[in-house]
């Protein structure tokens, strides 16, 4: 097996140096503890959650390492694979899965990361590739697609190539799912619509992608929607937070019903009916903001596409209590998550291949 690297946990993020920071003018966006924007454009990011190496717990049976995708950007993932999965089955499906953060903040070292796709891996029995991509407001979007696709190329090179990598004999490049929680449920849902929109995903063969899995998927738009009104319940994500990370996220100029933004404006829907959309599964908490959203989300897409769509609501919990809350509460419905991922991943993995 080749060795494996472990990534500089600080490697593409983009966060300036605490020592000029009072010669930068005044804030002009700030999320308290994560993301402070000054008037000069320099940016800070309060290291809220530790970034941690590849390093896990022997007993969980998950072996981790990361691997450079593109120097130039500074684009890297992390992989996870389950050794028990592999004994049994030999080649196992792969997740591609992208960190939330509004687009602006996160990254796959955060340690809530490295410890839930750590359990998933273990879980859903499946290799996961954990893409770590450019942030906003430094590179807004569509930086964080253009990452995504290229993640997505450099699997093609490998799986054509056939190179050594030490994940690569235990992957089946046939059985590829895209994913990822919030902003990175977002980013996997563009790539699934490109993929879909004219056969483009003949362009990634041998690549043969099987699944999207949307968790929490953060979506907007100009009209406020009931559970963004009226959620007041303790969450990870706040409106006013929602609305500071697509001001720094979105193309200048642009508000909430842009396309990358809202799924629903009238572009959209139409690229979602002449795509050849993906199964798909959202999971979706029941005391989010984007619930309602999420819900709406879900309709337009039964209404939409002819694939498989499912969804599921998380009662009694937040955004992203999967990776941030540790109450008991969070703890079952995590578990409750998993398994439903797993389930999905395995009926999926049944279904006919798309004529792509």
């Known amino acids: 097996m080749a060795a494996m690297i472990t990534m500089d946990p600080s490697l593409g993020r983009q966060v300036g140096s605490k020592e000029h920071s009072h010669h930068n003018g005044a804030v002009v966006e700030e999320i308290h503890g994560l993301i402070r924007v000054y008037k000069d454009g320099h940016v800070e990011r309060p290291q809220i959650v530790p970034c941690v190496t590849s390093l896990l717990p022997p007993d969980l049976g998950v072996t981790c390492g990361d691997t450079v995708i593109h120097k130039l950007t500074a684009i890297w993932a992390r992989f996870y694979v389950p050794s028990a999965a592999v004994r049994s089955h030999g080649k196992l499906p792969l997740l591609v899965y992208f960190h939330g953060g509004g687009f602006c903040v996160g990254s796959a070292a955060w340690s809530c990361y490295h410890d839930f796709l750590a359990r998933l891996a273990a879980k859903a029995g499946c290799l996961i590739m954990s893409v770590n991509y450019r942030l906003a407001p430094e590179n807004p979007l569509p930086a964080a697609y253009e990452d995504g696709f290229k993640a997505l190329q450099w699997l093609k090179q490998k799986a054509i190539s ?11 490049f046939s059985s590829i799912f895209l994913a990822g929680d919030s902003a990175g449920a977002n980013i996997a849902h563009h790539l699934a619509t490109k993929l879909g929109a004219n056969n483009e995903a003949t362009a990634l063969r041998p690549l043969v992608f099987k699944g999207t899995i949307l968790i929490q998927p953060f979506f907007g738009g100009e ?28 193309p200048y100029g642009s508000n909430r019903d842009h396309p990358f933004s809202n799924p629903l404006s009238k572009g959209s829907i139409k690229s979602l009916q002449e795509s050849s959309i993906l199964p798909i599964m959202v999971c979706i908490s029941e005391m989010d903001i984007l619930k309602d959203r999420n819900l709406e989300f879900c309709g337009a897409l039964d209404s939409a596409v002819k694939k498989r769509v499912e969804h599921v609501v998380y009662k009694g919990v937040g955004h992203a209590f999967q990776i941030l809350n540790k109450s008991p509460l969070s703890q079952t419905r995590t578990l409750e998550m998993l398994s439903h991922i797993n389930s999905f991943v395995t009926i999926s993995l049944l279904d006919p291949p798309t004529s792509s």
């Open 162 to 172: 056939g190179a050594g990598e030490w994940w690569s004999g235990s992957c089946n």
């Open 223 to 250: 009209t406020r929607t009931h559970s963004e009104k009226q959620m007041s319940s303790p969450s990870a994500l706040s409106l006013t937070a929602a609305d500071t990370y697509w001001r720094l996220a979105l």
